[in-house]
């Protein structure tokens, strides 16, 4: 398990620093176009000259790349030419309002996915089935921006009870959180609920189930203490899936509802949980 695991956060070191250096080099390599970004357009060579001298351009390149790594794992990511204004004092913040409402998407999503996904699953073909299904589908084919509008449209503009932006200017507000996550939710949870709902349905034919039912246990116990464990693996690759994607993702709902956020270990956490799931793969 520790090898598994320390193998895992060493391929994703190799891969972080693999792209660091493809970024430092798509970045920093023109310095000629470096310079005329920061300076403008209307500057002069001899003052383009000046500043990349000033600024050590022209040092070799492997040097100003293990100095611009250093300043990045110290958390110095440099000043930002667009906003004038240090790039941490924009990312963090922005970071964390957007982990905020990935977090509590999640949080919401899973367990109304899972729960339906099994109550689907569990008796397959049956009206139930076909409900959730449907409804599944429905909510996962409507795009963000669609449901957006007509959320906002009903709670905002014809109830009146919501405010129509969560741009937070007087202060965190939970109220203001509700309609941007209320909008990822539907959007999210109807994939995850179908994957369980097929992994659950399949689990509910496998002979050891039937074995369960032939020797009198209860539904129940068979669903919960028998089949959950294993229907939840393939489900788990898809939840552990839309974390990058609700922290890259939700673009177009930040934008939506002026919500400043910033709009992959991911593998690795599933790779692990695989293991937690599924003896086999734990001891192989």
Not at 13 to 42: C, D, H, P, R, Y
Not at 162 to 181: A, N, Q
Request: glycine share 6%; proline share 4%.
């Amino acid at each position: 398990m520790l090898y598994f695991i320390l193998k895992r956060v060493g391929m994703m070191v190799l891969t972080m620093l693999v792209t660091s250096i493809v970024l430092f080099l798509v970045l920093e390599i023109n310095i000629e176009s470096l310079a005329v970004k920061v300076l403008g357009q209307f500057s002069t060579d001899e003052q383009r000259l000046l500043w990349l001298e000033n600024n050590g351009y022209f040092r070799p390149v492997y040097i100003r790349y293990f100095e611009w790594l250093a300043r990045i794992l110290q958390g110095d990511f440099g000043r930002s030419v667009v906003f004038q204004e240090e790039v941490s004092v924009l990312l963090w913040p922005r970071l964390a309002r957007t982990g905020l409402l990935a977090g509590l998407v999640l949080a919401i999503a899973i367990p109304i996915s899972i729960i339906l996904g099994i109550l689907a699953g569990m008796k397959e073909g049956s009206a139930q089935d076909r409900s959730v299904s449907v409804f599944c589908i429905i909510t996962t084919s409507v795009p963000e921006f669609c449901s957006a509008t007509l959320i906002s449209w009903v709670f905002v503009f014809s109830l009146k009870w919501l405010p129509g932006t969560s741009s937070m200017i007087s202060g965190f507000s939970w109220t203001e959180m509700i309609l941007p996550v209320l909008v990822l939710v539907i959007y999210d949870f109807g994939y995850i609920a179908r994957m369980t709902r097929a992994s659950m349905a399949e689990v509910m034919q496998s002979q050891y189930i039937r074995t369960a039912h032939l020797k009198g246990l209860p539904f129940h116990k068979v669903v919960l203490q028998h089949g959950l464990r294993n229907a939840l693996i393939a489900p788990f690759t898809v939840i552990m899936l839309q974390i990058p994607w609700l922290l890259s993702g939700v673009i177009v709902t930040e934008y939506f509802f002026a919500y400043k956020g910033i709009g992959t270990t991911t593998q690795a956490l599933s790779d692990i949980g695989y293991m937690y799931l599924n003896p086999k793969i734990r001891f192989s």
